[in-house]
């Protein structure tokens, strides 16, 4: 297998999960975060995810958590997306950031890199259009936590090529990833979707209907899922849900996406999910 040079921009929940899955199975990965604090935060996460690989990856066996990251390194400078291969942009789901970060990294960016956008819901036609060579701008939807998920959306935008399409395919088909592929249009099909599960969930909660866990139960036991809506926005973490229901919203016009108030008041307590210890569930 030929080894990747990958930067994660944005080391948080889902870019930390990311940048140890690749570093795993054997390609070098930058983390590049804006500040030593950020870095830091990143490689704990990355560490806690190592001390338990052993229990479900056969490639961390026999491995300490130290061997597991050496393939990693921490960075505050975005230059050092410049000789990689493949550079995933996972930070907050904020318009604004994103616009000065593509419009920064279009300095850096090396003509043959594949730029993934791995947003939640902005339009990647939209993303594309910060950065100065938009064709090389697709998506890429990669599912927390990623080492567990073998399945990614790719979004292809209106200016996306198809050699960068065709470039990515390979690429994913390298961290062994299986890709489905669909066009560009406000939080494409899973978050279009599955957003609405977590938004109509959070207001049985909000109505006294039920308790989380019942919601989740139903879910799991009555339809089949793997987690329920409320389990799942604990681990995106709720102030990711309400930022990706807010675009949502903004683009669609549409109030089936207004944000439940529970969840703003949830995020305003810091309530954020498991990243904070405490969100529907406490951790």
């Not at 795993?24 to 590049?32: A, F, K, R, T, Y």
């Not at 395919?169 to 299986?178: A, D, H, S, T, V």
């Not at 039920?210 to 899922?225: L, M, R, S």
């Not at 389990?231 to 669609?252: C, H, K, P, R, W």
Request: hydrophobic share 40%; with cysteine; glycine share 8%.
């Amino acid at each position: 297998m030929s080894k990747l040079k990958i930067a994660v921009v944005g080391g948080g929940n889902i870019g930390s999960s990311l940048a140890f899955d690749c570093a795993l199975q054997g390609h070098d990965v930058v983390v590049i975060e804006k500040d030593a604090l950020s870095c830091e935060q990143s490689r704990e996460r990355i560490m806690e995810t190592a001390g338990y690989a052993p229990l479900f990856s056969p490639l961390a066996k026999g491995k300490t958590p130290e061997e597991m990251l050496l393939n990693i390194v921490w960075s505050q400078d975005l230059q050092a997306v410049s000789d990689c291969a493949f550079i995933v942009e996972n930070i907050t789901e904020n318009i604004e950031l994103k616009q000065a970060l593509y419009a920064r990294m279009s300095e850096f960016v090396a003509p043959h890199a594949v730029l993934a956008a791995n947003t939640s819901c902005i339009p990647i036609t939209k993303l594309g259009s910060f950065h100065k060579t938009p064709s090389q701008v697709i998506g890429v939807h990669f599912m927390n936590p990623v080492y567990l998920k073998h399945t990614v959306e790719v979004i292809v935008g209106l200016n996306t090529s198809e050699q960068t399409k065709e470039r990515c395919l390979e690429i994913l088909r390298m961290l062994g990833k299986n890709a489905v592929v669909v066009k560009d249009g406000p939080g494409f099909v899973s978050n279009r979707i599955s957003h609405l599960f977590m938004n109509e969930a959070a207001f049985t909660i909000q109505d006294g209907i039920a308790q989380p866990a019942d919601v989740d139960t139903i879910f799991k036991q009555c339809f089949g899922h793997k987690m329920g809506p409320l389990e799942t926005a604990d681990l995106i973490g709720i102030d990711t849900v309400v930022n990706s229901l807010d675009v949502l919203y903004q683009m669609f016009q549409d109030s089936k996406y207004r944000v439940c108030p529970l969840m703003r008041t949830m995020v305003d307590a810091g309530y954020l999910g498991r990243k904070s210890g405490r969100g529907f569930y406490t951790y």
